[in-house]
């Protein structure tokens, strides 16, 4: 009876290490983890995609599990842990510094590569842009950063005002600082700054209305996942009040906004790709510097200027790497 026992007990324990093998993926598995929804994030996706091939990676030879949050930033710390426990290879955390925030809180050991709007020091990402240490790099995309660059497009398109209405999704985790950069930048240009907030789809007609009962001569869209995904509704609510208005990307003015100042999202994509490439062939994610843009492009649509009657200088148009006539 022993002897029997103890044979069904060592088949089970072979079966057992059979089948965990079987549940295995052929493939290494990389988690995307995302502030961002799927539909607004197409071209994005693609260019990852395209990152990964440059480190010889495609779907033969690698899998990709997708979460989305939708905007919905308290949905990420769930999002992150399922991915960990799906046992992936490395985590692309993108869609704004909260999911690499999340990532980071949900792992220790598995490498992550995080895309970042905000500065990815001061928000507790890495210690350190040169040398990151731990489990996590990546691509600093430093929109929030240049909050204070786009006020002083803004008063150059609008030399007049001297009330700015900035919103912002209290949520995001790069607010803070940003909102401390254009208030600075505020002082010494002698603007008043209003902050606004919007954190859901439904709070944004309501802070339009507010901010445009202060009557602003400016508006800045302050750097969001959330708030570029709402960027139709932004676009048109800022025609319908007539206030002129700056953007971190240039997806914004694609849609019909007036101006936008930041660096090649897509790209940055790009770079996540490679990056996460780079792990899955052996690289330490603690020796990889943290990747910033070299390049800031500024789009003007000039159709959108003549309709709120803004006469351009020249200086302003020849700085601009694009006019959209």
């Not at 290879?89 to 050991?109: D, E, H, M, Q, R």
């Amino acid at each position: 009876m022993r002897r029997r026992e103890f044979i069904l007990g060592l088949g089970s324990a072979v079966f057992g290490s059979v089948a965990a093998r079987a549940q295995k993926s052929p493939v290494p598995v990389i988690g995307f983890l995302s502030g961002r929804s799927r539909e607004d994030s197409l071209e994005e996706v693609k260019a990852f995609h395209r990152g990964l091939a440059e480190r010889g990676f495609d779907d033969t030879n690698v899998s990709i599990e997708f979460r989305w949050a939708n905007g919905r930033y308290e949905q990420l710390s769930a999002l992150a842990t399922e991915l960990v426990n799906r046992g992936v290879a490395v985590i692309a955390a993108v869609g704004g510094g909260n999911s690499g925030l999340a990532a980071k809180s949900a792992t220790s050991s598995i490498p992550i590569v995080f895309a970042s709007g905000g500065d990815a020091v001061k928000i507790g990402l890495v210690p350190s842009l040169a040398r990151p240490g731990a489990n996590v790099t990546g691509v600093n995309i430093i929109f929030g950063a240049l909050g204070a660059k786009r006020l002083e497009l803004l008063h150059e398109l609008v030399p007049t005002a001297t009330t700015v209405a900035m919103l912002v999704n209290p949520s995001y985790a790069s607010t803070p600082t940003e909102v401390q950069d254009v208030e600075n930048a505020g002082r010494v240009l002698g603007i008043r700054i209003g902050v606004f907030h919007a954190a859901t789809a439904m709070e944004i007609e309501p802070a339009f209305r507010r901010l445009a009962n202060e009557k602003p001569g400016g508006l800045l869209i302050a750097d969001d996942p959330f708030l570029q995904s709402e960027r139709q509704q932004l676009v048109r609510l800022a025609e319908r009040h007539s206030i002129p208005a700056i953007y971190f990307s240039r997806d914004f003015v694609d849609d019909g906004g007036l101006m936008s100042y930041g660096p090649n999202l897509v790209d940055a994509y790009r770079l996540v790709g490679v990056y996460t490439g780079r792990i899955l062939q052996g690289d330490n994610p603690a020796e990889m510097p943290v990747v910033q843009p070299a390049k800031f492009q500024t789009v003007i649509n000039l159709k959108v200027a003549k309709a709120l009657g803004l006469s351009l200088a020249q200086s302003i148009l020849l700085r601009a790497d694009e006019v959209i006539e």
